[in-house]
């Protein structure tokens, strides 16, 4: 793991050196419900969860993605919402809208 963070880490100097642009994914979640304060229970209402890209610049426009979990359990983990054939048909568009390079 080591060497694989430090070959990360190398590739990702040599890519800003040469001005590539470097793109970052997330993902998360949020309750319907949640406010600055958080007035409302938290663990009442829909999950959505939320992935997006973008770089040092922006996000990129119009390749959010953002759906409805079907989990009920609350204390449950999110990431297992995410499926692989979703995740990488919305990834195959994102790969036409990033700089190339």
Known sequence: MIIWRKNYLLRIKDFRREGRKIYYMDET????????????????????????????????????????????????????????HNFEKWFQYILTKVEPG
């Open 29 to 84: 979640w949020v309750n319907e419900g949640i406010y600055i304060y958080c007035t409302e229970n938290p663990q009442k209402g829909k999950r959505l969860i939320v992935v997006h890209i973008g770089s040092e610049d922006s996000f990129l426009e119009g390749v959010d993605l953002i759906f409805e979990a079907k989990k009920t359990d609350r204390e449950g983990d999110y990431h297992s919402e995410m499926d692989a």
